[in-house]
């Protein structure tokens, strides 16, 4: 699943690493996650979503 996560984590200035923390998950989670080779689940999703100040919707590009 393609993704804005690196885009906006920047944006804020946040590593990966802060992420992680912020959203209670493992770096490699954060890594995973912006190389679209991971699908969060809803509540993940909805965590990172409300740290980088987006919806889940704007974060996210949900392919057919």
Same mark, same amino acid.
Do not use: C, W
């Given at each position: 699943?393609?993704?804005? =996560?690196?885009? @906006? ?9 802060? *992420? #992680?923390? %912020? $959203? ?5 989670? =954060?890594?995973? @996650? ?9 509540? *993940? #999703?909805? %965590? $990172? ?16």
């Amino acid at each position: 699943m393609k993704n804005h =996560i690196k885009e @906006l984590r920047a944006r804020y200035n946040l590593t990966q690493e802060d *992420l #992680a923390r %912020k $959203v209670g998950v493992r770096r490699e989670t =954060i890594v995973f @996650l912006e190389k679209g080779k991971y699908n969060p689940s809803l509540l *993940l #999703a909805h %965590k $990172v979503a409300k740290v980088l100040k987006s919806t889940v919707d704007e974060l996210f590009v949900f392919d057919k």
